[in-house]
């Protein structure tokens, strides 16, 4: 099946390769010869009707969905028989694994229904919404070309948009309307607020300077202001999170205390007290926000715990995030955990636990609901340990 000839310059965020094969099609398809054709690895350039479009997605999210359930239920049942205690981490991991996989091939059949854009945002189709403060939005001014992108995608962007309107309210800092974050397209939204409660909790010993390493919305920098900490350097490699840390940050007041700095890990300097919340689970991310979720190879928690040691004042402490996730997916133990810390020449002062609040620890059909129902959020407060040999 050949693709047209002229077709839109392709857009997708995660940086996946355009379509091998596209065509054309409208009103007239039907969902089950869509999904035949995107399971084939076709791609669909709408030409219709552009509700027709989202209830067309919505069609073909409920199949793909069934095929998830089956091959991740089926590869549960079938391990829950045989699994002894010890086996559990490792089958909890294929488990893992296998959903991943699942959803990730879900994710590639559904991005397979493309929408064209105008070279100023808009939707050349019946019926379209104006999504262009969308788009400016997420990626800024238009290039001056036409465009195809995922419908799928599209409708996240639009998503995003309307969190970033609306806010999240974060309760431990202060009162509404001005206790909101307002995340920004691709930019991990602090829905999940236990983790944002154990820094609001945790006494500061010494309030003078502290560092935020990997700022996201600017939630935490701005928490430690508002707990009284004189100067906060916060502290991250995304665009698009500095940008959103610096407008909310401005937004709450507390700007003139932070400066925000675009380098990985830690500033040039030492402070008093370090605070990262990194990705809770080693896995390879697959679209950019997923950044977020997933650390591959825990590399950006072995990062802070290798370098903490060098830019803590010598009675300062270092404030871990950390959820233990990957500990009952069998993906990372509290072993290796504590080895790390260790050898980062650390020792924990005290760990802080709190449970869960969110959905899905009480979501039964999930396959990974006996380690979602498991989870607990800690911070781990970490000091440099007296006698260190450096190996």
């Given at each position: 099946?050949?693709?047209?000839?002229?077709?839109?310059?392709?857009?997708?965020?995660?940086?996946?390769?355009?379509?091998?094969?596209?065509?054309?099609?409208?009103?007239?398809?039907?969902?089950?010869?869509?999904?035949?054709?995107?399971?084939?690895?076709?791609?669909?350039?709408?030409?219709?009707?552009?509700?027709?479009?989202?209830?067309?997605?919505?069609?073909?999210?409920?199949?793909?969905?069934?095929?998830?359930?089956?091959?991740?239920?089926?590869?549960?049942?079938?391990?829950?028989?045989?699994?002894?205690?010890?086996?559990?981490?490792?089958?909890?991991?294929?488990?893992?694994?296998?959903?991943?996989?699942?959803?990730?091939?879900?994710?590639?059949?559904?991005?397979?229904?493309?929408?064209?854009?105008?070279?100023?945002?808009?939707?050349?189709?019946?019926?379209?919404?104006?999504?262009?403060?969308?788009?400016?939005?997420?990626?800024?001014?238009?290039?001056?070309?036409?465009?195809?992108?995922?419908?799928?995608?599209?409708?996240?962007?639009?998503?995003?948009?309307?969190?970033?309107?609306?806010?999240?309210?974060?309760?431990?800092?202060?009162?509404?309307?001005?206790?909101?974050?307002?995340?920004?397209?691709?930019?991990?939204?602090?829905?999940?607020?236990?983790?944002?409660?154990?820094?609001?909790?945790?006494?500061?010993?010494?309030?003078?300077?502290?560092?935020?390493?990997?700022v996201g919305t600017g939630v935490l920098s701005a928490l430690?202001?508002?707990?009284?900490?004189?100067?906060?350097?916060?502290?991250?490699?995304?665009?698009?999170?500095?940008?959103?840390?610096?407008?909310?940050?401005?937004?709450?007041?507390?700007?003139?205390?932070?400066?925000?700095?675009?380098?990985?890990?830690?500033?040039?300097?030492?402070?008093?007290?370090?605070?990262?919340?990194?990705?809770?689970?080693?896995?390879?991310?697959?679209?950019?926000?997923?950044?977020?979720?997933?650390?591959?190879?825990?590399?950006?928690?072995?990062?802070f715990l290798t370098g903490l040691r060098a830019h803590l004042?010598?009675?300062?402490?270092?404030?871990?995030?950390?959820?233990?996730?990957?500990?009952?997916?069998?993906?990372?133990?509290?072993?290796?955990?504590?080895?790390?810390?260790?050898?980062?020449?650390?020792?924990?002062?005290?760990?802080?636990?709190?449970?869960?609040?969110?959905?899905?620890?009480?979501?039964?059909?999930?396959?990974?609901?006996?380690?979602?129902?498991?989870?607990?959020?800690?911070?781990?407060?970490?000091?440099?340990?007296?006698?260190?040999?450096?190996?």
């Open positions: 099946m050949q693709s047209p000839p002229n077709l839109p310059q392709w857009r997708c965020e995660s940086g996946a390769p355009a379509p091998k094969r596209v065509v054309y099609r409208d009103d007239t398809l039907s969902a089950d010869t869509a999904y035949r054709l995107m399971c084939e690895g076709t791609a669909v350039l709408w030409q219709g009707d552009f509700h027709n479009a989202r209830q067309l997605l919505r069609a073909l999210a409920r199949r793909t969905q069934k095929s998830v359930y089956k091959k991740s239920t089926q590869h549960r049942n079938t391990h829950q028989r045989i699994v002894t205690s010890a086996d559990k981490p490792i089958d909890t991991a294929q488990t893992f694994h296998l959903h991943r996989q699942a959803l990730g091939q879900r994710a590639r059949v559904l991005g397979l229904l493309l929408i064209p854009l105008d070279a100023d945002y808009r939707i050349p189709l019946r019926r379209a919404p104006d999504i262009k403060d969308a788009c400016l939005q997420a990626w800024g001014p238009p290039s001056g070309d036409a465009s195809m992108v995922s419908l799928r995608e599209l409708l996240g962007l639009v998503g995003a948009y309307e969190w970033r309107k609306k806010g999240v309210e974060i309760p431990a800092l202060g009162k509404p309307p001005n206790n909101r974050i307002f995340p920004h397209y691709g930019v991990f939204s602090p829905l999940r607020g236990e983790y944002i409660d154990l820094v609001a909790n945790m006494p500061i010993r010494d309030k003078t300077l502290a560092f935020d390493i990997g430690l202001v508002k707990r009284g900490v004189q100067r906060v350097i916060a502290t991250d490699q995304d665009p698009r999170a500095l940008a959103c840390a610096r407008e909310n940050l401005e937004r709450l007041g507390v700007l003139p205390k932070i400066e925000i700095v675009d380098i990985d890990l830690f500033p040039n300097s030492l402070a008093p007290l370090i605070v990262c919340n990194p990705p809770w689970v080693p896995a390879r991310p697959t679209s950019p926000i997923e950044h977020a979720v997933y650390d591959e190879d825990s590399k950006m928690l072995k990062g004042t010598p009675e300062g402490e270092g404030w871990l995030i950390l959820s233990d996730l990957a500990e009952h997916l069998g993906l990372r133990s509290r072993e290796t955990l504590l080895h790390w810390i260790d050898q980062g020449g650390l020792e924990v002062l005290e760990s802080k636990d709190i449970k869960p609040r969110h959905g899905k620890t009480a979501d039964t059909e999930d396959p990974l609901h006996i380690a979602r129902a498991a989870e607990v959020t800690s911070l781990w407060r970490l000091a440099i340990k007296k006698k260190f040999n450096g190996t």
